[in-house]
T-cell receptor, first 113, second 117 residues
């Protein structure tokens, strides 16, 4: 499985954009990039995923570099409720791989007033 | 809509006692099912995953086992708990293999916090 590297922690001012980076230099061509977040003592919550193109949904935007070796999750207007640990995961999309998601240590985002 | 149920929410068990955690999914068929453990803060460790009834893959050697007696039921068990089994256990599901065009987006339950004393 490809590995990801994220900064252990980040701070962001409330109302500003939070840009969370992730390196996945060993990603293979059929692997997706997924982002999840975990608010304290809750189960992880899916945010967004992508393969090659940039993606946007009601929660966030995902920017994937052209070489696919890194990506950035953008929370456009961070709120205090966005304080959580954010996980960047590379998941196999092959039919016979069972769809395992291997979580790393993530980035602890603290949104401050 | 799909929902995932996991219980109990918290559990305190003595060392050497058995364990049974249950997870059920509603609103989908033939899901992939997963058990994760999170010990002392962040970092989720994949314990088991299943792509079908009776099909269990173990990711790490440990004191635990998993079973899938029905399509949407996933059970985590232990015959004798160890202190090191304490942690936050999470069940998750993802779309069936034949819908993989969406990628392996997974949905998690609210977890069981197990304390072995």
């Amino acid at each position: 499985d490809a590995k990801t590297t994220q900064p252990p922690s980040m701070d962001c001012a409330e109302g500003r954009a939070a840009n969370l980076p992730c390196n996945h230099s060993t990603i293979s061509g059929n692997e997706y990039v997924y982002w999840y977040r975990q608010i304290h003592s809750q189960g992880p919550q899916y945010i967004i995923h992508g393969l090659k193109n940039n993606e946007t949904n009601e929660m966030a935007s995902l920017i994937i570099t052209e070489d696919r070796k890194s990506s950035t999750l953008i929370l456009p207007h961070a709120t205090l409720r966005d304080t959580a640990v954010y996980y960047c995961i590379v998941g196999k999309g092959k039919y016979n791989q069972g769809g395992k998601l291997i979580f790393g240590q993530g980035t602890e985002l603290s949104v401050k007033p | 809509s799909q929902t995932i149920h996991q219980w109990p929410a918290t559990l305190v068990q003595p060392v050497g006692s058995p364990l049974s955690l249950e997870c059920t999914v509603e609103g989908t068929s033939n899901p992939n099912l997963y058990w994760y453990r999170q010990a002392a803060g962040r970092g989720l460790q994949l314990l088991f995953y299943s792509v079908g009834i009776g099909q269990i893959s173990s990711e790490v050697p440990q004191n635990l086992s998993a079973s899938r007696p029905q399509d949407r039921q996933f059970i985590l068990s232990s015959k004798k708990l160890l202190l090191s089994d304490s942690g936050f256990y999470l069940c998750a599901w993802s779309v069936p293999l034949w819908d993989r065009g969406r990628g392996t987006e997974a949905f998690f339950g609210q977890g069981t916090r197990l304390t072995v004393v």
